[in-house]
C-alpha cells in the first residue's frame, strides 16, 4: 500500500486530515465545526486559484455561506490584519479557514487571534505575557490548509506579521489557539512552478535542521525533524523536477508539516535573519531561509559534534564528517539553482549591522545552536551578503 498517496487521520498534535482530494471535504469538517459562515483568508496571489473556488464549492455544497480576504502580501503586514479583523465582524462570520503557503495561513491565523476581541495585536507576542482570554471573546474555530509544502505553519498558532513601524517581523501567538482542523491534500500542491516548490520546501528543510540544533532535550520534536530530513531530502528534487508527481507532492505535504511540529523546540540564526530580511527587503521567506543557511551552519560548526550523526545518517551520508554534511546542504541548494548570496536578493552590505540588531532580537535567534550576539549576526550577515557559499 503507497501510504502517501491513501488518506490518513491524525490527532498529534492537533486534528490532522491527509490525503490527495480531501479538500473536497472541508465543507463537512467546518459543518462538524459549527460554521455556518466562514472567513477564508488567503494571500493576493492565491486568490484566484482553482483551490479557493474548490473550498467556496465544498463549503456551498453543505449550505455555509462564505466570503474571501486576500490582501495578505507576501510578508503579511500588521495593517492587512486589521483591516481582515473588520472584514470578519462586517461579515459575521464565525469562523476561519487559512489557506496559503506561510503568508496566508500566518495572516488567517493573526485575523483569528484579534476576530473577537479588542486587544492590540502586538500584545499576543510571543515575548510577552500571555494575553487573558475570556468566554466571551474567545477564539472562533480555525482551519489551516497548506497550498504549498514549506511553511509547516498549519498545527499551531503562531504567525510571522510585520510590524510595519518599527520595520521588523514579530511572531505573534497565543497557547489557547490551536488549529481545529489542519488539512493536507498534496493535490492543491499539484503544478506549484518549479522555483516556488524548491524555495518552500528549503523553508520545510531548514525548520527541521534547525530544530533538531536546538541545544534542549526534546526527543518527540527530535524524533520528528529527523523524519522531515528523510522525506524532504527524498521527495523535494523529484516535485521540483516533476510538478505533477502526486507521491512526491505527498512526501513534502507530510515532510513539511513533520518540520512545523519539529520547530516547536526551537529555531535558529537562519530564520532569525531572514524574518529582518524579509521585513526591510520585501524577499520570499523561504528563499532568503536558502542563501542564509550555509553561513549560519559555518558559524554553528563548532556545537554539532554530537548532533552530526543523526543529521549526516537522515541525509543518507556515509560518514558525520560536517564537511559532509556542510556539503550535501550545498549541493542541495545548487541543485534546486538557489542564489549563492543575499547580494544577489538585493540586501546591501551595508544593511548588515542594522539588520543584525534585529535579528538578534528574534525569538529564533535565542534558540540557535550556538549562541550569537549581534557581532556574530553582523559577521554572518557579512560572510552571507558578500560571498555566501
Same mark, same amino acid.
Not at 484579534?114 to 510577552?128: G, H, M, P, S, V
Not at 489551516?144 to 505553519?153: D, E, L
Not at 492543491?188 to 528549503?202: C, D, E, R, V
Not at 505527498?250 to 532569525?272: E, N, T, Y
Given at each position: 500500500?503507497?501510504?502517501?498517496?491513501?488518506?490518513?487521520?491524525w490527532?498529534?498534535?492537533?486534528?490532522?486530515?491527509?490525503?490527495?482530494g480531501?479538500?473536497?471535504?472541508?465543507?463537512?469538517?467546518?459543518?462538524?465545526?459549527?460554521?455556518?459562515?466562514?472567513?477564508?483568508?488567503?494571500?493576493?496571489?492565491?486568490?484566484?486559484?482553482?483551490?479557493?473556488?474548490?473550498?467556496?464549492?465544498?463549503?456551498?455544497?453543505?449550505?455555509?455561506?462564505?466570503?474571501?480576504?486576500?490582501?495578505?502580501s507576501?510578508?503579511?503586514?500588521?495593517?492587512?490584519?486589521?483591516?481582515?479583523?473588520?472584514?470578519?465582524?462586517?461579515?459575521?462570520?464565525?469562523?476561519?479557514?487559512?489557506?496559503?503557503?506561510?503568508?496566508?495561513?500566518?495572516?488567517?491565523?493573526?485575523?483569528?487571534?484579534?476576530?473577537?476581541?479588542?486587544?492590540?495585536?502586538?500584545?499576543?507576542?510571543?515575548?510577552?505575557?500571555?494575553?487573558?482570554?475570556?468566554?466571551?471573546?474567545?477564539?472562533?474555530?480555525?482551519?489551516?490548509?497548506?497550498?504549498?509544502?514549506?511553511?509547516?505553519?498549519?498545527?499551531?498558532?503562531?504567525?510571522?506579521?510585520?510590524?510595519?513601524?518599527?520595520?521588523?517581523? @514579530?511572531?505573534?501567538?497565543? !497557547? $489557547? %489557539?490551536?488549529?481545529? &482542523?489542519? =488539512?493536507? /491534500?498534496?493535490?492543491?500542491?499539484?503544478?506549484?512552478?518549479?522555483?516556488?516548490?524548491?524555495?518552500?520546501?528549503?523553508?520545510?528543510?531548514?525548520?527541521?535542521?534547525?530544530?533538531?540544533?536546538?541545544?534542549?532535550?526534546?526527543?518527540?520534536?527530535?524524533?520528528?525533524?529527523?523524519?522531515?530530513?528523510?522525506?524532504?531530502?527524498?521527495?523535494?528534487?523529484?516535485?521540483?523536477?516533476?510538478?505533477?508527481?502526486?507521491?512526491?507532492?505527498?512526501?513534502?505535504?507530510?515532510?513539511?508539516?513533520l518540520?512545523?511540529?519539529?520547530?516547536?523546540?526551537?529555531?535558529?540564526?537562519?530564520?532569525?535573519?531572514s524574518?529582518?530580511?524579509?521585513?526591510?527587503?520585501?524577499?520570499?521567506?523561504?528563499l532568503?531561509?536558502?542563501?542564509?543557511?550555509?553561513?549560519?551552519?559555518?558559524?554553528?560548526?563548532?556545537? @554539532?559534534?554530537?548532533?552530526? !550523526? $543523526? %543529521?549526516?545518517?537522515? &541525509?543518507? =551520508?556515509? /560518514?558525520?564528517?560536517?564537511?559532509?554534511?556542510?556539503?550535501?546542504?550545498?549541493?542541495?541548494?545548487?541543485?534546486?539553482?538557489?542564489?549563492?548570496?543575499?547580494?544577489?536578493?538585493?540586501?546591501?552590505?551595508?544593511?548588515?549591522?542594522?539588520?543584525?540588531?534585529?535579528?538578534?532580537?528574534?525569538?529564533?535567534?535565542?534558540?540557535?545552536?550556538?549562541p550569537?550576539?549581534?557581532?556574530?549576526?553582523?559577521?554572518?550577515?557579512?560572510?552571507?551578503?558578500?560571498?555566501?557559499?
Amino acid at each position: 500500500m503507497n501510504h502517501l498517496l491513501s488518506p490518513h487521520d491524525w490527532s498529534y498534535p492537533v486534528p490532522i486530515a491527509y490525503g490527495p482530494g480531501r479538500l473536497s471535504e472541508i465543507g463537512k469538517h467546518c459543518v462538524a465545526l459549527s460554521m455556518t459562515n466562514p472567513l477564508i483568508v488567503t494571500d493576493k496571489g492565491s486568490r484566484d486559484l482553482p483551490f479557493i473556488a474548490q473550498t467556496q464549492s465544498s463549503l456551498e455544497h453543505q449550505g455555509l455561506r462564505s466570503h474571501v480576504f486576500s490582501n495578505i502580501s507576501p510578508n503579511p503586514r500588521d495593517h492587512e490584519i486589521a483591516s481582515a479583523k473588520a472584514t470578519f465582524r462586517e461579515g459575521h462570520h464565525d469562523g476561519v479557514i487559512a489557506m496559503g503557503g506561510g503568508s496566508g495561513m500566518d495572516g488567517g491565523k493573526a485575523t483569528c487571534l484579534t476576530a473577537n476581541n479588542d486587544i492590540d495585536l502586538w500584545r499576543f507576542n510571543y515575548d510577552a505575557p500571555v494575553v487573558d482570554i475570556s468566554t466571551g471573546n474567545a477564539f472562533p474555530p480555525l482551519v489551516c490548509i497548506p497550498t504549498t509544502s514549506g511553511t509547516g505553519a498549519e498545527t499551531e498558532s503562531t504567525a510571522m506579521i510585520t510590524d510595519t513601524q518599527r520595520g521588523m517581523k @514579530l511572531c505573534v501567538w497565543h !497557547p $489557547a %489557539l490551536k488549529p481545529s &482542523l489542519a =488539512l493536507l /491534500d498534496p493535490k492543491i500542491t499539484l503544478g506549484l512552478p518549479p522555483h516556488l516548490t524548491a524555495w518552500t520546501g528549503i523553508d520545510a528543510l531548514i525548520h527541521a535542521i534547525e530544530a533538531y540544533c536546538v541545544p534542549d532535550f526534546h526527543p518527540q520534536c527530535d524524533g520528528t525533524a529527523l523524519e522531515a530530513i528523510k522525506l524532504i531530502t527524498r521527495w523535494l528534487p523529484i516535485a521540483v523536477a516533476d510538478s505533477d508527481n502526486l507521491e512526491a507532492r505527498g512526501g513534502m505535504q507530510v515532510g513539511s508539516c513533520l518540520g512545523g511540529i519539529a520547530f516547536l523546540k526551537g529555531l535558529g540564526v537562519v530564520h532569525a535573519i531572514s524574518h529582518m530580511v524579509g521585513a526591510d527587503y520585501d524577499t520570499h521567506h523561504g528563499l532568503t531561509n536558502a542563501v542564509a543557511l550555509p553561513a549560519v551552519m559555518r558559524f554553528n560548526a563548532p556545537m @554539532l559534534t554530537e548532533k552530526l !550523526p $543523526a %543529521l549526516t545518517a537522515a &541525509l543518507g =551520508l556515509a /560518514d558525520s564528517e560536517f564537511d559532509s554534511f556542510y556539503q550535501a546542504l550545498c549541493a542541495l541548494l545548487d541543485e534546486l539553482d538557489i542564489p549563492r548570496s543575499l547580494a544577489d536578493l538585493g540586501v546591501p552590505l551595508s544593511a548588515a549591522p542594522v539588520l543584525a540588531k534585529k535579528a538578534h532580537l528574534d525569538a529564533a535567534a535565542a534558540t540557535n545552536a550556538r549562541p550569537a550576539s549581534v557581532a556574530d549576526i553582523e559577521r554572518i550577515l557579512e560572510e552571507a551578503i558578500t560571498y555566501g557559499r
